[in-house]
Each structure stands twice: as C-alpha cells, then as structure tokens.
C-alpha cells in the first residue's frame, strides 16, 4: 500500500521539479530586467509620458468600450430572441444555440462593466480637471444602464424558454434562487465551470503577485496592490474550502 502511495508521487515530481526550475529562471531574468530598468529610471520617463497620455485617453474609454461591447451584446441578444421567437417548442437545439448567444451577453456586459469601474478609476487618477471626472462618472452612469438593461433582458428571455425560472434580475438573492430552480444537468454545468474559475484564479493570483513584486522594483507601488491581490486569494481558497467542510458536513449528516 505504502509503495502504491509513492507511484503517483513519484511520477509526477520530475515535471513539478521541471516547472520549479522554469519558473525560478523566469524569476531569475525578470529580477534582473526589473533592476536594470530601475537603473535607467524608466518611472521618471513613465510619468512624463504616459501620465498625460491615460489622462487623454480616460474620457474615451468608457464611451468607446461600451459601444463595442454592448454593440455585440444587442446583435446577439437580437438573434437569439429571433431563435426564441421562430422556437416552435420541440427542437432542443434552438435553445441551446439560443443560450450560447445569450451567454456572449452576459460575457460582453461583464467585461464592459469591469473596463467602466477601470476608466472611472484612471480618470480620477490621472485627470486633474473636477469637470472631466464628473463627465466620465456621467459616462460610467449611462453604460452601467445599459449593461443592467441588457442582462435583465438576457435573463427575461432564458425565463420565456425555462418558464419554470421565475427570478428577477434585480432580486438581491437572484443568484442563488436562479440555481435553485436549475436542474441537476444545470447545476452539474454550473459547478464545473466554477472549478475552472477556482483552477484559473488560483494559477493567476500567485502570477500577478510575483509580477507586482518585480514591478516593485521599477515603480514604488508599495505593498497594498500585492496584499490585495494575496486578499482576493485568500477569500477564494477560503470560501472554497469552507463550502467544501459544510457541504461535507451536510452529506454526513443526512
């Protein structure tokens, strides 16, 4: 038993070991490129010029970046009501085409709200006028509208085709009532697209830490951005691994 044990261990080491020593020697290079940088005082140049660039650039994002993103929410949004519309109720691949368009939707609205609190955040940074920083939270206003209109409106269609789901998008508990009426296939789909979120935000928070700790060494960001980002970490594995202790309790106990 005690050798069977090792096998997978064993098997496995020789390429853990191999992407240790990758990694160290990306390490090795980029400490060294950060050092050389800081040498030739790339944060002086850095702030001369790309303060008044993102400064120009910080009134357009949003306008610009919502266009594009909630342009391609409306042309998916409009094909799949028309799917929905010519559904004649016995065709199961309507639906599902009709789901994959929605669910391009829910990812351009997403990412446009992100890039909304990002311009907002770079305009009160690098935009000294008080007036400009009023238009661009006007902006952020207006598109966080939209993006609210259109998942509302991606969520009243999936419930046209899955009556049974009557939740509201402006339901402070919309979230979890919405998985309480998915069925078990749903829930099956939702929980391993979670373990790739989980998988894929544990690979990237120990990433962007070593790279804000190399930028350290060219720009003086300080600590507070690597400890947010060992926070968001921290919540992630936390919450994880909790649910995982209830859920096994929960099992036990029935």
């Known amino acids: 038993m005690k050798a069977t044990d090792k096998s997978p261990n064993r098997r496995a080491f020789p390429k853990f070991a191999l992407w240790l020593l990758i990694g160290a020697a990306v390490g090795f290079c980029a400490g060294i490129g950060s050092s050389i940088l800081g040498m030739l005082d790339v944060e002086a140049w850095t702030a001369e ?14 306008p610009v970046s919502s266009v594009i993103l909630l342009g391609i929410c409306f042309v998916d949004y409009r094909s799949a009501k028309r799917m929905c519309d010519n559904w004649d109720g016995e065709n199961d691949t309507t639906p599902d085409a009709a789901d994959q368009k929605l ?10 709200m992100i890039l909304n609190f990002f311009f907002l955040g770079m305009a009160i ?13 006007g902006e952020m206003t207006v598109s966080l509208i939209l993006t609210v209109i259109a998942q509302q409106k991606t969520v009243d269609l999936t419930r046209k085709m899955n009556p049974e789901k009557q939740v509201s998008v ?48 060219v720009f003086p960001i300080g600590l507070l951005p690597m400890a947010t980002v060992l926070l968001v970490w921290a919540v992630l594995e936390i919450s994880y691994i909790g649910e995982c202790i209830r859920l096994g309790k929960r099992k036990g106990a029935a």
């Open 49 to 62: 010029h790309l303060a008044p660039l993102l400064s120009a650039v910080s009134p357009w994002g949003i």
């Open 170 to 217: 402006y339901d402070t508990k919309f979230q979890e009532k919405w998985y309480e009426n998915c069925d078990e296939a749903e829930r099956a789909q939702i929980g391993q697209a979670s373990f790739r979120a989980f998988r894929a935000v544990n690979l990237f928070c120990p990433i962007l830490w070593v790279v804000l700790l190399l930028l350290n060494y």
């Open 125 to 137: 940074i690098y935009t000294d006028s008080g007036v400009m920083s009023l238009i661009v939270v």
């Open 103 to 112: 669910n391009v939707v829910l990812l351009c609205s997403s990412i446009a």
